[in-house]
Structures are given as structure tokens and as C-alpha cells.
């Protein structure tokens, strides 16, 4: 069997597990509706009871887990390519913290109130500021660590303007729904935050897929990659802008969601035969396969109480993030 | 042809002047050796003329202003082997080597069977066909030295720049290498290389350039570049000088004067 071949099934594989899992997400809530009955009701023109569960509930609830995964999966392979540091994830350049306190801002404020989408649209717009800023500490020969150095700066400060809004939140609801919001989840959202987020993540998908060749080449440092006829300017711009426009909309419309661009291509590295543009879309597929099972996970583990999936997938992520760490000091040893 | 020409290339890296006002040109079938101490400013000349650095003054490839051309154009006419070894990710030593092909083909296609000649020839040349399907981060050092090298034959360029491309191999590959590049040479296709060891340097370079604080001392024929003079003067040794198989041997005996302050021991090439 050849390399190539062997690449084609294990996207075959990750699609088809993909594809289970999205249906399984449609069928599983607090409304008992038997399989058939909640596929069938998704496709009927009617407006039963049944069907608007599925149509308004459980079926944006499995696109924006399939969407929000694969964009996690997908920056984090990028970044880690760019970066060439296999311990590089999407709020590493300051998005996702940014995100987060453009939303935590719309709560504070009170505007959520008055105008629903104003959470997401603020988080939108606070992860666009971030990028701008980050950009521009880099500057126009950014090197890789400049931007580390800014996201981590501009991480810091959005994390201490939101733990300023929480320390100064007008009543302890406020800051109780600062707090639930933080934690990352993908209860009780519609269309209308499928809508807002998919030209955003799609936009960030593009920019991303388009990243492949020049991650290869970047394998061998930025030097020898430019050597090879790699703009790395260019590629700097499409990285940290690909990943900020599909986590800032990640991250706007379902909080922050840990571990999952860190993970994911971490497993999926070897099983590619290391490449990071065949990597790219593996690691796609696996991010929506992770966060679709972990939503699962917390509807099934606690139904009725609510459990974030941002707290599964740190529960679970952060003590595998230790292993692999262990694991690698063990290699280099 | 000239395949590249620089005339008084200068580069500052922050308030230090690496280069000041270094003029050659080197034409086709050329084998030219880039010698000097340490700090001398070899690497940044390489780097200057890829563009990797800011410089001043004129550089030209294959007859057309650097300046005006992309990245991808470039790329076409001149080849690099870096200092380091880079090797990111546990990618294997074939796929290393293909990625030698990334300006001659388009974004997404595959490898044409004109790529896969290309890379079997260069794993060929550098001996590394053996290990096609290893990991080359997992190999020693001197064999990732020649994937890299493999890697750089596979862009098939007129011009190729190698930085130290002998350091770290053993002296049946040092040989190979040297004697590849003179082929190279003789086929119309031209090697700039930056080397530390003066004995191949005098055996098999066509030409020498020898660098000294950002300037070029001499330039022409091993034997004139090379003489008891320049070493003395430049290098600080006193040398055997003598003749075999037809060809210049030259072996650096000892120090002349113990090495004062302008003469760090410390590998500062790259600063």
C-alpha cells in the first residue's frame, strides 16, 4: 500500500466517523424522540413538535460542533506547522482570550439584553482588534517568535481586562452568566449563530487549506523555505489571519473550547507520515470528530445539569496534553 | 552568462557592518569556493544574495535585478543549502528531497514524472536512496546534511549556494560532495560554496573568494588566493604547502601568533 493510499483512508475514516457522529448528535437530547423519528422530522416540511427540536435546537447544534471543530483542528495543525513547534494552539496569538472579552464585554454591558447577537458580533470585532494588533508588533519581517511574544502580551491583557469586568460586574448574575459563558459550550445556540459564524470560519478554512505547500517547506526553516520560492510574509499573514477569523467566530458564538487544536494534530501527525499539509485537512476532520464526541459525552455524562463542553474537553485534554508532553521528553531524551 | 553578480553589496545587522562593498560576479560552470575566518561575513554574503537580508547595492541573477524579481522566481535560479539542519517534523528522507520541487510546481499538483526523475537523481548523487523511507529527523547529522543537499540538487538550478556544506560529513562524503559540485561545474551549472577546510577548498574549487571582516581580500585561482602570505595575514597559520596527485595540498600547521582579541575562537558566523 502506498503512502498516498494509505493518506486517502484515513480521511475516508475520519469523514465517516465524522458523519456518525453528526447524526448521533442529532439524536440525542433531553427530548426522548427515537432515532427514526428525529431524522425523519428533520427532512418533513412539518412543524410538529418534533420537528422544530431538530430543525431548531439539535440540528445547529451538531453543524456549529462539526464547524467549530474543524476549524479548532485545522488552526492548530496550521499553527503548529508555521510555528514549527508541535506545542503551538489556536489562542496562542492572542485570539480565542480576545474573543472572550469582546463577548464578556457585550454581558457587562448589558447590550446581550437589548440585542442577542450583540455577543457574538463584539467577540467578532475584539478578535479582529487582536490580530491587528498582533500584526502590527510583528511587523513587516515578522519572525515566528515576535508573534508568539505578542499574542501571549495581547492574551494578557484581554485576560486582565475580563477578570476586570468580572471583578466589577453590576450584580453577581452578571457575573455568573460571565462565568458560564467563559466555560465554552454549544447549548441552547440557532441558526442565526450558524449563519453569523460559517462565512467567518469559511473564509479562515480557505485561507488555511491554501497553507499546505508552504508549511512543507517551512519544515526546513524559513531560510531555506524562501530559497524554495515560499513568501513568508505572505504565509505569516494567512496563518495568523486564517486562524483568527475562524476562531474569533469559533470562539463568538461558543466560548472558548481548550485542548482541541493542541490534541488533535498532535495524534494525527504520525498517522500522515508527518506532513503538515496533508496534516491540514486529517486534522480538520479529527477536530469536528472530537468536539462532535465530546458534546455527546456531556448531554450523555450529565443531562440536565448542563456540563460544559469546554470543561470536558480541558478535563480530558489537559491531563493527555501531560502525557504527550512526558511522552516527548522521553523521545528527546 | 553571469549567473549572479553583486557590485558593492553592503549589509549593517543592527549597528554592525557585516559587509561593506563586495563586487564578484560568477558566471556558468564555476566552482567557487567562499573562504575566510569566522565572522567574517561568508553566511550573510549567501544570505544577502538570496535576499533572505536587507542589503545595499546591486545584485543581479541570471542577468535580471534581484529586485525585481518574486520569491518564486528567484527560487528558479538559485538554490541554498543553510548552515543549520533543519528538520521540523518526522517527515521522510523521500518527501525531504521532493520538497526540492516546490517552485517548479503548481500549488496543488502532484509530482510530475519530470519531479521524480529529479529527486531520484539527487538522492542518487548524495547517497541517501539507501534511507529513502526513514525519518530524516531521527538521522545523524552528517546524513541529514546530504538530504539537505539532495534536497537542493532536486531544485535544479543553474546556481547553487551552499553554507559550510561539508561540516559534519566524513571525509569519503566530504570528497563525494566536493567532486559532485566540480561535475556540476563542468556541466555548465554553477556551485558557490562557503568552506572552512583550506585543503579541499585548494583541491577542487575553480576559484576562490576570500572574505576577511566584510570585505573581499582575494579573489582568482586557489593557488593565488592561497598563499603563505594570506594565511599568515588572515588566518593567523603557517601552512605546509605541496603538490599530490596532480593536485594543491595545503594543511595548516600552527599558529603564528596566539589569536588576539579581533580573532574570537567562537563560531560567530552567523551574528
Redesign the interface.
Known sequence: MT?ATRYRILLALLGFLVALLFVLSLTVGPAAIAFGDSIKALFSGKADAIALIMREIRLPRALLGLMIGATLGLSGAALQGYL?NPLAEPGLIGVSASASLGAVLAIYSGLTIVFPLALPLSALVSAMIAVIVVQALAGRRGSTLTIILAGVAVSSLAGAMTSLALNLSPNPFAALEIMFWMLGSLTDRSMTHVWLAAPFMLAGWVLLL?L??AL??????T??A??????IRHVQQFAVLGTAVSVGAATAVAGAIGFVGLVVPHLL??LV????SRLLPASALGGAAVVLAADILVRLIAPGRDLKLGVLTAIVGAPFFLFLVYRERRRLA | MSLLAVSNLSVSLGRRHVLSDVSFSVGEGEFVGLIGPNGAGKSTLL?AA???VGSQGRITIAGHEAATL???????G?????Q?H???????VE??VA??R??HRP??AALSSRDHTAIEQAMRRMEVDAFRDR?AADLSGGEKARV?IA?ALA?ETPLLLADEPTAGLDPSHQITLMRLFADLAKQGRSVIASLHDLGLAARWCSRLILLNQGRIIADGAPDAVLTAESLGRIYGVEAYFGMAAGRAVIQPLDLIQPPTQDQPEEDHDRT
Open positions: 503512502d514549527r491554501m499546505g505547500r512543507d517547506a517551512l519544515t526546513l526553516g531560510d531555506t524562501a530559497s524554495m520560492g515560499i513568501d501527525r504520525p507520515g508527518g506532513k503538515p | 544570505r538570496l535576499g533572505l518574486d520569491v518564486l522566481e528567484r527560487a528558479v538559485i538554490a541554498y543549502v543553510a543549520e533543519q528538520i521540523a517534523w518526522p517527515i521522510p518527501a525531504i520538497l526540492g516546490t517552485p500549488r496543488f525519518a539537505l534536497r531544485q
